[in-house]
């Protein structure tokens, strides 16, 4: 079955970086587009920066634009999401997503930003 584990959140303070990562399992990984969302306390789950299977076009939320970076290794199965210059409202639950008509998602890592 398609299994998508994310490592890497923790405590940092602003300013810092982390580097999240997504290995998954149970698929063609290589066939699919993969996300990074997110979702704060009280506030909906939101779309954080995807990445295309074919040429490794990206698309991040304006929010992160410019600090954060996806990045994706098939030979690996894994999905990467370098965060800088972390900011306390980049506090969340990080969550992998599987595109595609059967989506998955991941059971999540907290990224924690504060001083």
């Known amino acids: 079955q398609v299994q998508l584990v994310e490592s890497g959140g923790g405590l940092v303070q602003p300013g810092g970086s982390l580097r999240l990562s997504c290995t998954a399992s149970?698929?063609?990984?290589?066939?699919?587009?993969m996300s990074w969302y997110r979702q704060a306390p009280g506030k909906e789950r939101e779309l954080v920066a995807i990445i295309s299977n074919t040429d490794g076009s990206t698309n991040y939320a304006d929010s992160v634009k410019g600090r954060f970076t996806i990045s994706r290794d098939n030979a690996k199965n894994t999905v990467y999401l370098q965060m800088n210059s972390l900011k306390p409202e980049d506090t969340a639950v990080y969550y992998c997503?599987?595109?595609?008509?059967?989506?998955?998602w991941g059971r999540g890592t907290q990224v924690t930003v504060s001083s």
């Open positions: 149970g698929f063609t990984f290589s066939n699919y587009y």
């Open positions: 997503k599987k595109n595609g008509a059967n989506v998955n």
